[in-house]
């Protein structure tokens, strides 16, 4: 148990989290909650605030004395948050908390990236990833400084700047997109700022943000190394415009200065989008009229067609499939929740190895971005929305089959434990489940799903058991943001087979690589906030 | 009443294919049974991504795994395990399937029923 002394203070929780002290600023957070009766809202947003200009790099890219380039990682910080705010709805009460004292452990740990990747500021990347401490370990072996605290000062790569005002906000918002795609950043976070200080225009600022976030994504991860964001833009946009809703636009300045200027950020990549562009002026030039949701939606047939293009086929089955889908009548919304559950067989029957998870899973979210897009705005792109999400969805898949497979991972079949799932009386089916994700064993938890959905048609209680387990593991984000994701598309999800994101939802859970094999974070919000199971 | 034609071709096609098939099964046991180490170490360097023609090309590797561990005698296997154990973390995933234990297992499941011309290979 962490012991806290001495009065928990906004102060205190930034210096905890400037200083990479990151259990100690989770107790404060909960401490701020629980005993000062701080607002949990009003908490997040000091949270968010400390670590705003902590979160900045010059570049995703960085050129290497050898002339070679690699990969500087996205903040996570505020995907955390944008997760644990959605699952706050989701799980309810005290356990409603738990994603947020989640969120709050991860961010002292994943401020100044740059500096994490070269060994010179402790934190996730550099303690995990880049096991800096073999590289440069300190006078005592069994420590590892790279779990903090910190011996220096995190960097600041951009300062806050002024709103620039004035001019037609169609004016404005182009400029705005212009400045994103070239990377002037400094451009273009004062067109937001000034932009989101009049209420009037949030509406469309959004949907210009969300704009240049979705068409800035690879054409392929397969041997590109770090040169690639995996839909980090889109996600980040994403999390500015939920998390602004949640604090108040008028109170999110911070949240502004965390994500906007990243957008800017190089490299840019809009090869992908300048395709899907040509294809779509080519194959529908009425595209700006093709209907979110029609009275087509997709058959049997079609989507296990558009499974066998997504999983099996190129980048090209995939362009194909997406367009005769169009061509034949279909929605937007259609479609992208057709793309979405036919992704799940993937998750479902070939996902095997641990690590095989994070390329994929990110492919979702970046689809779910996309979705909630075209249910939340009207944009004449947001036909090309769906073929962005394919082709990243197909994308991550043949890259994953461009490693052979390791058969000291393989799973067992789910199918092997569907008997001893039916044995389990459904009324006490969801504590069993929530052992086997928290044990980590896929076999049974999917099973259990599978006897679950056959023989209920409940699905609340069954998707906040995986949830709030999913909850426990900590330094992931990922968990969060991969859990608001799958709930929402589930509810949306219009198609026969939306059973399915519960089952790739579960095998995900219950089998991706965990970053800590402890739970003290869990611990830490069992002690402060007392949940009902905990007794 | 009788079968609809386009069963009965398909049915007709389906056994032209394996007929190919099972011709191009032999030439590769021919070619697998008399290749060295050597020449087989090359192949298998072929479905690392960076030489890998692409994904598809690399799914192919645990059909080739199957048809190694039922063509190859037992030396061999353990002097390709060997060569590529060596190699190291990046191949970890290649040497566990020449490992003698996932050859055990493999050489379990393609037993055939008698009157099956090959193992029970995967076809893709």
Same mark, same amino acid.
């Given at each position: ?221 397969i041997n590109r190394g770090g040169y690639q964001n ?33 957008l800017g950020c190089s490299p840019h990549l809009h ?38 293009a997504l999983l099996w086929g190129g980048p090209f ?219 | ?5 386009? @069963?009965? +071709? ?7 294919? $394996? &007929?190919?098939? /099972? %011709?191009? *099964? ?37 059909? @080739?795994? +199957? ?7 037992? $030396? &061999?296997?353990? /002097? %390709?395990? *060997? ?42």
């Amino acid at each position: 148990m962490i012991s806290a002394q001495g009065t928990a203070t906004v102060e205190r929780l930034r210096d905890e989290i400037r200083e990479v002290r990151y259990r100690e600023a989770t107790t404060t957070f909960c401490r701020l909650v629980t005993e000062e009766d701080r607002p949990l809202r009003a908490t997040i947003r000091d949270a968010i605030s400390a670590a705003a200009p902590y979160v900045q790099v010059p570049s995703h890219m960085m050129r290497l004395p050898s002339g070679e380039m690699r990969g500087v990682n996205y903040d996570h910080t505020i995907l955390g948050w944008r997760g644990a705010i959605a699952l706050m709805g989701e799980l309810g009460g005290a356990r409603g908390v738990l994603p947020n004292v989640q969120a709050m452990w991860y961010v002292p740990q994943g401020l100044n990236v740059w500096e994490q990747v070269v060994c010179e500021f402790p934190g996730h990347y550099a303690r995990d990833g880049e096991q800096c401490n073999r590289k440069f370990p300190g006078p005592d072996e069994h420590v590892n400084r790279f779990d903090g605290p910190a011996w220096n000062v995190p960097k600041i790569y951009f300062q806050d700047h002024d709103p620039i005002e004035g001019g037609s906000v169609e004016d404005r918002l182009a400029r705005m997109n212009w400045a994103i795609a070239e990377g002037d950043k400094a451009e273009a976070y004062g067109l937001f700022l000034g932009l989101a200080k009049q209420p009037e225009y949030r509406e469309r600022l959004k949907d210009a943000i969300l704009f240049a976030g979705i068409i800035d994504l690879q054409d392929t991860i397969i041997n590109r190394g770090g040169y690639q964001n995996i839909g980090h833009k889109a996600l980040r946009a994403r999390a500015l415009v939920d998390i602004a809703d949640y604090l108040g636009w008028d109170d999110a300045h911070e949240l502004m200065y965390t994500v906007v200027p990243d957008l800017g950020c190089s490299p840019h990549l809009h090869g992908l989008w300048n395709e899907i562009s040509n294809i779509c002026r080519i194959e529908l030039p009425d595209q700006a009229a093709i209907p979110k949701r029609s009275d087509q939606p997709l058959t049997e047939p079609e989507l296990d067609a558009l499974t066998e293009a997504l999983l099996w086929g190129g980048p090209f089955d995939v362009n194909a499939a997406v367009v005769a889908l169009f061509r034949r009548g279909a929605g937007i919304l259609d479609i992208g929740d057709a793309v979405m559950v036919c992704f799940q067989r993937y998750l479902i029957d070939v996902l095997e190895h641990p690590n095989a998870f994070l390329h994929p899973t990110h492919a979702l979210d970046y689809m779910n971005v996309v979705q909630s897009w075209t249910r939340r705005h009207d944009n004449p792109h947001q036909v090309k929305g769906v073929f962005l999400g394919a082709r990243f969805m197909n994308d991550t898949i043949r890259s994953n089959a461009s490693f052979p497979r390791d058969p000291n991972f393989a799973l067992e079949p789910r199918q092997a434990y569907h008997g001893w799932a039916d044995d389990i009386a459904v009324d006490r089916l969801l504590p069993v489940l929530k052992r086997y994700v928290l044990a980590q064993d896929a076999p049974r938890s999917c099973a259990l799903v599978d006897s679950y959905l056959e023989r209920t048609p409940e699905r609340h209680d069954l998707l906040d058991t995986i949830t709030y387990a999913a909850c426990h593991w900590q330094n992931d984000p990922h968990v969060m943001r991969n859990c608001a994701s799958s709930l929402e598309e589930f509810r949306h999800n219009r198609t026969s087979r939306r059973d399915d994101i519960i089952r790739g939802f579960v095998k995900h859970q219950s089998r991706y690589v965990k970053r800590a094999p402890t739970h003290d974070c869990y611990q830490l919000y069992v002690q402060h906030f007392q949940p009902a199971e905990a007794a | 009443m009788s079968a609809p034609i386009e @069963l009965t +071709e398909a049915w007709r096609l389906r056994n032209a294919t $394996a &007929t190919a098939l /099972a %011709l191009s *099964e032999q030439q590769m046991r021919h070619a697998v049974s008399g290749a060295s180490v050597e020449q087989l170490v090359a192949l298998i360097e072929a479905f690392v991504p960076t030489r890998s023609t692409g994904p598809d090309w690399t799914r192919s590797f645990e059909p @080739l795994v +199957e048809r190694l561990w039922a063509w190859c005698d037992d $030396a &061999t296997m353990a /002097a %390709l395990a *060997e060569t590529f154990r060596a190699r190291g973390m990046p191949w970890m995933a290649v040497a566990n399937a020449l490992s003698p234990e996932h050859g055990a297992r493999l050489r379990a499941e393609l037993r055939q029923p008698s009157w099956a011309r090959f193992p029970a290979f995967a076809m893709a």
